[in-house]
């Protein structure tokens, strides 16, 4: 782990690519922010020693290196899933690329669907806690003291600060926004009925397939998190239709007008 990481280090900094302070995950449908970046360098994925491959439909699969709202960035265009056929240490190895290239802070988006009966499409929710559904933990196996310590406390997951600067973001905006639980689910396939009903027993409000093993190891190294979740449709059991992908980047590309504007406000206030 600690070798892939310096090699990957070592070929970013003959980039140019060092001294960030905040990373950001763009999600499915969710790359418009890369428009409101000023971009130094833009490195594909397939370049990057380690690094795996986005194999996803909209997710472009690029490092980006520039400035938002004057702070200096590193950001996933584009993300890995377990579903794609990655551990959960290929899932999370850029994130501590991040954390060595200087960045404390991280903002998550992901696309998600509805388990809410109050929430609607194309608006956004966010992540207060987590549920972690997927067959695994990304720091399972040998822990090195050097990225973060054995045992994680994840009383707060996601920074309670960060949160309170959002929700005041929305209220000055008068952006509708939503604030609940999201559950981590294994995909690609989605989810059947009773599966839904499971998911809104165990108290989640939104449902995706990724983000967990992300925030978790940000956790590990010490990093501020902010998350915001699109939903892209709603996941009533009882009036359950068929899902097509056009419909859900749609509403996603609708929500993330709202969310562009968020993450540049916050991430002036940091």
Known sequence: MLEKINETIEYLSEHDVKDAELGIILGTGLGGLVNHIEIEKSIEYSKIPNFPEATVESHAGRLIVGYLSGKKVVVMDGRFH????????????????????????????????????????????????????????????????????????????????????MEKIATDEDMPINKGVYVSWIGPSLETRAEYRFIRLMGADVVGMSTVPEVIVANHMGMKVAAVSVITDLCDPDNLAPVHIEDLLENAAKAEVDLIKLFKKLALEL
């Open 82 to 165: 377990f579903y794609e056929g990655y551990s959960m240490h290929q899932i999370t190895f850029p994130i501590r690329v991040m954390k060595m290239l200087g960045v404390n802070t991280l903002f998550v988006s992901n696309a998600c669907g509805g388990i809410n009966p109050d929430y609607k499409p194309a608006s956004l929710m966010i992540i207060d806690d987590h549920i972690n559904m997927l067959p695994g933990n990304p720091l399972v196996g040998k822990n090195h003291t050097e990225l973060g310590p054995r045992f994680v406390d994840m009383s707060q997951p996601y920074d309670s600060n960060l949160i309170k600067m």
